[in-house]
């Protein structure tokens, strides 16, 4: 036998062919993790960092990278345990070895060990770049994680050390019996073993415990094969406890979520959830053998068809509301009884006083009317947002806080701005508090992704039984609560008050009115949650289209009035705002039917829209109060772009490319409705209007490379994507400083030059 069909016929490469031609979606997990840790996969996201600087007690350490050992151990070894129920027993040579389960994981460590090597030197190069203090701590981020995993198998492995046992052990004396009635003495059969191991096509090369190569045994006939069998089915049953095991403690887990050095980081959550899929697979094929594939289709039916029950099919409530009582009635009837026009010109009434009461606070006859919409964009634009308001309120001299009578926005945006309004709101009762103070900006940019990814392995993607209490009544936990009890941890509680919280201190126009607009999933109007009716925002005021006009919003304090809205958290409302998909869930509001709301970004990422309406409906006020209105546009990202070069696609992009185009093109189609929007606004309102725009972008970044990314096939463009901060909850320390240095670009310096003028006596 030649060398390479020595290697072809090895254990190792029979298992790998193995699992390529029969266990694809295992090898899928393995080729997907690998694609995360590489940059291929979820970049957008943010995915890969999470992997390559896990972050555990709100701070990268050795110590996440421990746990980050600990969880990738697991899959390992629940990877290696199920693949080993389904399949070990095809390599009876196995249960007369020593430690076969031992033998059976070296053997089988090919995608476990590539991983291992491309993850290892991924962190290495990503640390690199990270700017931290010393080298050093790349070595100790290394060094826990390894030991972290090496913990985890020398614990696994001895347990089945203790409890799985060899053909021997198990039947020694019947061996040792049989034997010696054979007419083949045992020193004839240990030769015909070791001819055989010089014996071309007998058998295969296994990897020993001593990492030595060996020939497998060619006398496997005269052992038993029941009893052979028998070894595999004790090894299973010990593999399938240890498997139960690990599942109830993690599900076990969930009963202590909210002890904060529980929280796991989100990789490392990802990747035990992925570990309990695979072990889950490996314990239905021990039981049900053959019918392991039918089960798991019938399970999924069932699962699917008991999925519409009640009591699966919980709502994820918002805090502070009453569920309890009747709930609001949800039809075209009460949406438009409660955009009467009566209503609507007692709102605009009620609006005109909070402006004369602002105007009365100005020192100028006709000041400036200030007016800021933010855009989405997860964590990275409640940053970016938050930052450019310290830096406007420091330039002016506190004026431009002062001028500003509406925020509008989306998602993270309004996350920030939100923050920025308290803290002000905080500073004008208490001198200490200074609202440019830098550690607002670290307490907005602190991780809020690893209790929610928790959240979901723990607690929601089971059935849902804890629950959490708020304002006297008790709510179903989720992995929405826990990105309002984490958001509210990292900004130490200033947001944790009631909706009508605000109510005072916004009709006073002591803060400026923040409508948060959710989009309502079941007829894709805009939902206002304001502690102050806008009714005016939700249809036309000459009701120029009659009947056939459908209103644009539904007024939240009005329509939930007997579900107690004055009394919803004020977090709930901004995540209601920032309902992003999978990660956290769309809130369902007490109606009949119950409305669904998600992100605002949906439907208006910018908050252009709401913005002119307000000024639309109050145009005249302003007209005759003001010397106009400055427009303060904050964007996560850039306005104008290049036009990106592709290189031709592949079948598999061709599929995917409308998807992908409706995804990338969302932003600029919006960013062009609004740009119409403003010019027709510009030119056909009776005051001046003033637009003053700051971009988080990554030009700066790449821009000493230009040249050469131009030169390439994918252009600037795609360079400007891949360095931009992760769309998500969670951001790297070198995301957060790219963030705020890029204020100091010439762009948004020029803007800032800009807006001082403007607010200038």
């Known amino acids: 036998m030649g060398m390479w069909q020595k290697i072809a016929y090895s254990f190792p490469v029979q298992l790998v062919l193995l699992h390529l031609k029969k266990n694809i979606l295992m090898v899928a997990l393995w080729?997907?993790?690998?694609?995360?840790?590489?940059?291929?996969?979820?970049?957008?996201?943010?995915?890969?960092?999470?992997?390559?600087?896990?972050?555990?007690?709100n701070e990268v350490s050795w110590l996440g990278f421990f746990i980050?050992?600990?969880?990738?151990?697991?899959?390992?070894?629940?990877?290696?345990?199920?693949?080993?129920?389904?399949?070990?027993?095809?390599f009876k040579f196995l249960a007369i070895l020593p430690r076969p389960f031992l033998h059976y994981c070296?053997?089988?460590?090919?995608?476990?060990?590539?991983?291992?090597?491309?993850?290892?030197?991924?962190?290495?190069?990503?640390?690199?770049?990270?700017?931290?203090?010393?080298?050093?701590?790349?070595?100790?981020?290394?060094?826990?994680?390894l030991t972290g995993s090496l913990l985890t198998y020398?614990?696994?492995?001895?347990?089945?050390?203790?409890?799985?046992?060899?053909?021997?052990?198990?039947?020694?004396?019947?061996?040792?019996?049989?034997?010696?009635?054979?007419?083949?003495?045992?020193?004839?059969?240990?030769?015909?073993?070791?001819?055989?191991?010089?014996?071309?096509?007998?058998?295969?090369?296994y990897l020993g415990t001593d990492f030595r190569l060996k020939m497998t045994r060619p006398d496997l006939a005269r052992f038993d094969r029941g009893k052979l069998l028998r070894v595999f089915d004790q090894n299973h049953l010990n593999l399938f406890i240890i498997q139960t095991v690990l599942i109830l403690g993690m599900i076990g887990i969930g009963l202590f979520k909210q002890v904060s050095w529980l929280q796991f980081p989100a990789a490392v959550s990802a990747v035990l959830l992925m570990a309990i899929v695979t072990m889950v697979l490996g314990a239905v094929s021990f039981w049900l053998r053959g019918w392991t594939t039918t089960f798991l289709i019938a399970l999924f039916i069932l699962f699917s068809l008991f999925s519409k029950t009640p009591f699966f099919n919980r709502p994820h409530t918002a805090y502070g509301m009453d569920y309890d009582t009747i709930p609001a009635p949800y039809n075209l009837g009460r949406v438009y009884q409660l955009l009467h026009p009566d209503t609507v010109e007692k709102d605009i009434l009620h609006t005109t006083k909070i402006l004369e009461?602002?105007?009365?606070?100005?020192?100028?006859?006709?000041?400036?009317?200030?007016?800021?919409?933010t855009s989405g964009g997860g964590q990275r634009a409640a940053l970016w947002t938050l930052k450019i308001m310290q830096e406007l309120q420091r330039s002016t001299q506190g004026r431009f806080f002062e001028r500003c009578q509406l925020i509008t926005g989306a998602s993270g945006g309004m996350i920030g701005a939100a923050f920025f309004r308290e803290i002000?709101?905080?500073?004008?009762?208490?001198?200490?508090?200074?609202?440019?103070?830098e550690k607002y900006l670290r307490q907005i940019a602190s991780d809020n992704l690893n209790p929610i990814i928790f959240t979901l392995l723990v607690n929601d993607l089971f059935i849902r039984s804890q629950y959490y209490e708020y304002g006297g009544r008790k709510y179903l936990k989720d992995r929405g609560g826990a990105f309002e009890n984490q958001l509210n941890r990292n900004t130490e509680g200033l947001l944790d008050k009631p909706l009508g919280a605000y109510k005072q201190p916004e009709y006073e126009a002591i803060i400026p009115l923040m409508p948060i607009t959710p989009l309502v999933v079941n007829d894709a109007r805009k939902l206002f949650i304001t502690p102050h009716s806008m009714s005016y925002m939700g249809i036309s005021l000459s009701r120029a289209g009659g009947v056939t006009e459908k209103s644009q919003a539904i007024d939240f304090i009005r329509f939930f009035d007997q579900q107690d809205a004055n009394n919803l958290r004020f977090i709930s409302a901004l995540r209601m705002g920032a309902s992003f998909p999978f990660i956290t869930p769309n809130i369902s509001l007490p109606s009949a039917p119950p409305m669904e709301t998600m992100d605002t970004g949906l439907a208006d990422n910018f908050g252009i829209q709401d913005a002119f309406r307000f000024l639309f409906v109050f145009k005249d006020w302003i007209a005759d109060n003001t010397s106009g209105v400055v427009l303060v546009a904050i964007r996560d990202s850039e306005k104008i772009t290049e036009i990106e070069h592709k290189a031709p696609p592949t079948l598999f992009q061709k599929m995917l490319t409308p998807l992908q185009n409706i995804y990338r093109n969302w932003d600029h189609v919006q960013t062009l409705k609004n740009e119409t929007l403003f010019h027709y606004m510009h030119e056909t309102l009776p005051f001046e209007l003033n637009r003053v725009e700051f971009e988080y972008t990554t030009k700066d970044i790449v821009g000493r490379r230009a040249l050469l990314i131009e030169a390439t096939e994918g252009g600037l463009q795609q360079e400007l994507e891949k360095e931009k901060a992760s769309l998500n909850w969670r951001l790297t320390a070198r995301e957060k400083k790219a963030i705020l240095e890029n204020f100091h670009n010439q762009q948004n310096q020029m803007a800032l030059e800009e807006f001082v003028e403007l607010l200038s006596p």
């Open 68 to 90: 980050m050992g600990v969880g990738i151990a697991i899959f390992t070894m629940a990877f290696h345990m199920t693949t080993y129920i389904m399949e070990g027993s095809r």
């Open 357 to 373: 009461r602002w105007k009365a606070k100005q020192e100028e006859e006709k000041p400036k009317l200030v007016i800021m919409a």
């Open 154 to 205: 020398v614990l696994l492995f001895m347990y089945f050390q203790a409890t799985n046992k060899d053909f021997f052990l198990l039947f020694a004396d019947t061996v040792d019996r049989k034997l010696k009635k054979t007419k083949i003495p045992r020193a004839n059969v240990m030769n015909r073993y070791k001819e055989g191991q010089k014996h071309e096509g007998e058998g295969g090369w």
């Open 424 to 437: 002000y709101l905080q500073s004008l009762e208490d001198p200490n508090v200074d609202p440019l103070g």
């Open 31 to 57: 080729a997907m993790l690998m694609a995360i840790v590489l940059g291929d996969f979820g970049k957008v996201l943010g995915i890969p960092y999470l992997f390559l600087d896990p972050e555990y007690l």
């Open 106 to 145: 070296l053997n089988n460590a090919f995608f476990p060990l590539l991983f291992y090597t491309l993850y290892i030197i991924a962190v290495v190069m990503f640390q690199s770049e990270n700017e931290l203090e010393s080298k050093w701590e790349i070595v100790k981020f290394t060094l826990g994680f």
